[in-house]
């Protein structure tokens, strides 16, 4: 109980960007409450009071597909993960965070069909000269905590190690290189390469490792047993396969999409 009243807390002075879908007769007249963590740019981050991203678009795309409206909040991403894990009882009908399909959070949430492949990248400065992953083993690294870079680092680094470091935010894993603290930061792609290119003054080394790191498929989260599944599958599918969501990859991943690999 008392859990719950941090968790609605949090979300009331969360930023909250109320959107309509639309049609309120599809779904019931009810606005669904959606949770994420924007601090993930260019995947969801905060611009002034408005949260931004491909998340952000592609949510929007898929709600009005489905003829539903939603409002988007910024919980943070432990809070997401808890909140939702209630079930029947989450205060939050689902989450849209960059977050990875994987076999042990489908122990305990359901997803939608994948809508992005990703990958873990490695962060460092200029010339720190780290090839791959293994190479991190003796290092200091940052990570967001609950995410599957520390799940990764945590294989390479050993399970106990103080020098994996673990931050609520991956912006603050961020800082933290930027500060010196660590050597390497580990984060999805498009994040990585997002904040390379918006600090040219400050020169970093982006590393790829395709051995150690495996591809990955963000799903939009719901409580295990949720009946918005379905309806938000379908949409997903439809949106996956737009010329909107080429349009939306390009304007903030930078490239062209390559969907190939998103099967259901
Ligand atoms: N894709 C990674 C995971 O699922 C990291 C996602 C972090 N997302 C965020 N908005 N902070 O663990």
Same mark, same amino acid.
């Given at each position: 109980?008392?859990?719950?009243? *941090?968790?609605?807390?949090?979300?009331?002075?969360?930023?909250?960007?109320?959107?309509?879908?639309?049609?309120?007769?599809?779904?019931?007249?009810?606005?669904?409450?959606?949770?994420?963590?924007?601090?993930?740019?260019?995947?969801?981050?905060?611009? %002034?009071? %408005?949260?931004?991203?491909?998340?952000?678009?592609?949510?929007?795309?898929?709600?009005?597909?489905?003829?539903?409206?939603?409002?988007?909040?910024?919980?943070?991403?432990?809070?997401?993960?808890?909140?939702?894990?209630?079930?029947?009882?989450?205060?939050?009908?689902?989450?849209?965070?960059?977050?990875?399909?994987?076999?042990?959070?489908?122990? *305990?949430?359901?997803?939608?069909?994948?809508?992005?492949?990703?990958?873990?990248?490695?962060?460092?400065?200029?010339?720190?000269?780290?090839?791959?992953?293994?190479?991190?083993?003796? %290092?200091?690294?940052?990570? !967001?905590?609950?995410?599957?870079?520390?799940?990764?680092?945590?294989?390479?680094?050993?399970?106990?190690?103080?020098?994996?470091?673990?931050?609520?935010?991956?912006?603050?894993?961020?800082?933290?290189?930027?500060?010196?603290?660590?050597?390497?930061?580990?984060?999805?792609?498009?994040?990585? !390469?997002?904040?390379?290119?918006?600090?040219?003054?400050?020169?970093?080394?982006?590393?790829?490792? %395709?051995?150690?790191?495996?591809?990955?498929?963000?799903?939009?989260?719901?409580?295990?047993?949720?009946?918005?599944?379905?309806?938000?599958?379908?949409?997903?599918?439809?949106?996956?396969?737009?010329?909107?969501?080429?349009?939306?990859?390009?304007?903030?991943?930078?490239?062209?999409?390559?969907?190939?690999?998103?099967?259901?």
């Amino acid at each position: 109980m008392k859990k719950w009243t *941090t968790v609605g807390m949090i979300a009331l002075l969360g930023v909250t960007l109320a959107a309509c879908g639309g049609n309120e007769a599809a779904s019931g007249g009810e606005t669904l409450k959606i949770a994420t963590d924007a601090s993930y740019a260019p995947m969801e981050s905060m611009d %002034k009071d %408005k949260i931004v991203g491909f998340d952000v678009d592609f949510l929007d795309a898929v709600m009005k597909e489905a003829g539903l409206s939603y409002e988007l909040t910024n919980t943070g991403w432990d809070p997401l993960f808890a909140d939702l894990e209630k079930g029947e009882k989450s205060a939050y009908d689902a989450a849209i965070s960059a977050i990875s399909i994987s076999d042990d959070r489908k122990k *305990t949430y359901d997803f939608s069909i994948p809508y992005f492949e990703s990958v873990n990248m490695i962060l460092t400065k200029e010339g720190a000269g780290v090839k791959d992953a293994l190479e991190l083993k003796d %290092k200091k690294v940052a990570v !967001q905590g609950a995410t599957t870079a520390e799940e990764l680092m945590k294989g390479i680094m050993g399970d106990g190690n103080t020098d994996l470091k673990r931050f609520a935010s991956n912006a603050e894993a961020l800082l933290e290189l930027d500060k010196g603290g660590v050597d390497a930061v580990v984060a999805d792609f498009a994040v990585v !390469q997002a904040y390379v290119e918006n600090n040219p003054d400050k020169k970093f080394d982006a590393i790829f490792d %395709k051995t150690n790191f495996a591809p990955e498929y963000y799903g939009i989260m719901f409580p295990k047993g949720s009946e918005l599944k379905a309806k938000i599958d379908a949409a997903v599918e439809k949106v996956r396969a737009s010329a909107e969501y080429k349009e939306m990859y390009k304007k903030w991943i930078g490239v062209e999409p390559d969907t190939s690999d998103l099967v259901n």
